[in-house]
């Protein structure tokens, strides 16, 4: 007669360390560039390269969200599976506030707050 094997079969539901560095970029990281980048753009000269990094930021946390939902099982901000519904609500308004960030910041700019 055949025993019974008691195995535990475990699924590994951590999206691993990549997983764990596009979420955090995401989330905090990305965040915290932008706010960097305003800085320089306000505070020194009117450089192309500090806009470019701007938006580059912007597209890369938007990048970094679609990766981290179709690639590393990406969640929401209090645990629930995200969908490609919380992605395009997630660019749309990272792109809406980044965009009336950028302009306050180019009225910081002109108007010349800081200097």
């Known amino acids: 007669m055949a025993q019974p094997t008691n195995r535990i ?3 590994d539901e951590s ?10 970029f995401w989330m905090w990281g990305g965040v915290a560039i932008l706010i960097f980048v305003g ?3 306000v505070l020194k000269s009117f450089r192309v390269l500090s806009i470019f990094l701007y938006w ?4 890369a946390i938007i990048c970094a ?3 981290d939902i179709r690639f590393f099982r990406g969640e929401t901000f209090d645990g629930k599976p995200a969908t ?21 910041l180019l009225l910081l700019k002109q108007f010349r707050v800081f200097n």
């Open 9 to 11: 079969q475990t699924t």
């Open 84 to 104: 490609m519904k919380h992605w395009i609500r997630h660019a749309a308004l990272l792109l809406a506030s980044s965009s009336v960030f950028f302009m306050v």
């Open 56 to 59: 580059l930021t912007v597209v």
């Open 39 to 41: 800085i320089d753009i």
């Open 15 to 24: 999206p691993g360390c990549l997983g764990i560095l596009f979420r955090l």
């Open 65 to 67: 969200r679609l990766v």
